[in-house]
């Protein structure tokens, strides 16, 4: 008897068990629900990146013009300098006295010029009485005139003089980052004969972009009617190799006229506005130049594509339900999340864009958008 209830025991739980396992076979026979989006047609601007460096948009030497012993600069290295700030100056004892006695010769040249012109209206007021005679009243206006000749060339050299002293004083030519000081402080210069070289400024409020093109690329940009109507080149973006606190844009202001034909390219340049002084002469960056625009662009998701040995590829869902295994080629990345798609799809393909791992080609699946 107790071997008869074990048996039936036994057989009931097998049943109960046999009835448990065909519940949970119809749950993973049931069909999962992802989620699919459908292609994006939008109309996207295509861009193209170059390799440029940056240059000043203006760089001036600042000299030193005469004989002299250099001061220390009155700046650091790499410091902006403002429009007319004092930079140098130079010891030259010799041009402060070559000032002096300019000054008395001038001042000479006025006493002895007040007695020459009072002189010849003396004589020639004499002569009205026939007390002198004609020679000496034109005598009296040659020395006259010498007086006034020799004002005139007094000034003359005054004005140079001082204009010499003023070389012992060394400002900056227009505000911008100035370099290293090449001489050492206390050294003597000779700069009068020829003049010599102490530092450069960099006038960088604006900075200049330099960049060249295929030739095939020009006339994709630049020759077709479409483009030049469509698209905006006083805002092409630029980036550096590292990412900078602030983003800029470039207008382009320069096509060289001619096509180099020893590397089939052509110069361009291009402005960049600079406030924050971040940008620097000699810096690389990449100008992502805009070549077309594609009115009926195709975008998906950039997270729904997948990458395998052959490449690039998206799950699309057919009108069947089933999932298909799509390879497809990217392009650029359009605001950030989505993908330019060139081809393998359609305009009306649904993809999946959630769970990538848990399809496979040929699942079928419920949707849900």
Do not use: W
């Not at 030259?92 to 070559?98: E, Q, Y």
């Not at 010029?113 to 007390?131: F, I, L, M, P, T």
């Not at 020759?223 to 382009?252: C, M, Q, W």
């Not at 810096?283 to 690039?312: E, F, N």
């Amino acid at each position: 008897m107790k071997t008869i209830y074990t048996l039936a025991a036994t057989a009931l739980m097998l049943y109960g068990c046999s009835h448990g396992k065909t519940d949970k076979d119809s749950d993973t026979t049931a069909e999962p629900v992802i989620d699919v989006s459908n292609v994006i047609i939008d109309s996207v601007t295509l861009y193209k990146e170059y390799p440029g460096t940056l240059t000043a948009d203006r760089t001036a030497n600042v000299y030193c013009r005469v004989d002299g012993y250099v001061s220390r600069p009155k700046y650091t290295a790499g410091d902006y300098v403002a429009e007319g700030q004092v930079l140098f100056t130079v010891e030259a004892p010799d041009l402060k006295n070559a000032v002096d006695e300019a000054e008395a010769a001038l001042a000479t040249a006025i006493s002895q010029n007040d007695y020459a012109e009072q002189h010849y209206r003396a004589v020639a007021k004499a002569y009205e009485s026939r007390a002198v005679s004609k020679m000496e009243v034109a005598e009296a206006l040659s020395s006259r005139d010498q007086s006034r000749a020799a004002i005139n060339s007094a000034k003359a050299r005054l004005s140079d003089a001082r204009q010499q002293l003023g070389y012992c004083t060394i400002k900056a030519p227009f505000s911008g980052h100035i370099t290293m000081n090449e001489h050492s402080g206390g050294s003597y210069v000779n700069g009068a004969g020829s003049p010599v070289a102490l530092a450069t400024v960099y006038d960088d409020a604006s900075v200049i972009a330099v960049f060249s093109i295929e030739d095939d690329s020009f006339i994709r940009m630049f020759e077709s009617p479409n483009n030049r109507h469509l698209i905006d080149y006083s805002a092409i973006p630029v980036t550096f190799g590292e990412k900078l606190p602030h983003s800029y844009t470039a207008d382009l202001m320069y096509l060289a006229p001619n096509i180099d034909a020893s590397t089939g390219t052509l110069n361009i340049q291009a402005e960049i506005k600079n406030p924050y002084h971040e940008l620097r002469s000699g810096m690389y960056c990449t100008i992502r130049m805009p070549y077309k625009v594609d009115p009926k662009a195709m975008l998906v998701r950039d997270a729904s594509i997948g990458t395998d040995q052959l490449g690039k590829y998206v799950y699309v869902v057919n009108d069947s339900s089933k999932v298909v295994y799509t390879p497809i080629k990217t392009g650029d990345l359009v605001a950030d999340t989505l993908r330019l798609v060139t081809g393998g799809l359609k305009p009306h393909d649904r993809y999946v864009t959630s769970a990538l791992l848990k399809v496979r080609n040929g699942m079928k699946v419920k949707t849900r958008e």
